[in-house]
Nanobody, 123 residues
């Protein structure tokens, strides 16, 4: 069983930055691929970034490439999402999710989810 707790969301102006954290309670955290998803009102949940456990590869959606960076600290059982140059269209609830080893962009393939943290980008 894996429990995930996100933090770091909030209100930020366009062009600003936020860093989200996701703390995991898992015996073998290093064996889980950790992803960030987001869901805006009225829209489907979409994959944002992922850090693979199998080969330490990272993946990001085209909409956030060059602006968002995913990282993880296995010693702290934590995954991060550094978000720079934020835009109003980044406004959403951000969720972290875990699945064994490899990344996937499909939410239904993830076994564990956090409760989400709200990010609101507005002037």
């Amino acid at each position: 069983q894996v429990q995930l707790v996100e933090s770091g969301g909030g209100l930020v102006q366009p062009g600003g930055s936020l860093r989200l954290s996701c703390a995991a309670s898992a015996r073998s955290f290093s064996s889980y691929a950790m992803s960030w998803f987001r869901q805006a009102p009225g829209k489907e949940r979409e994959g944002v970034s992922c850090f693979s456990a199998s080969d330490s590869s990272t993946y990001s959606a085209d909409s956030v490439k060059g602006r968002f960076t995913v990282s993880r600290d296995n010693a702290k059982n934590t995954v991060y999402l550094q978000m720079n140059s934020l835009k109003p269209e980044d406004t959403a609830v951000y969720y972290c999710a875990a699945r064994p080893w490899t990344c996937s962009s499909h939410p239904y393939q993830y076994n564990y989810w956090g409760q989400g943290t709200q990010v609101f980008v507005s002037s």
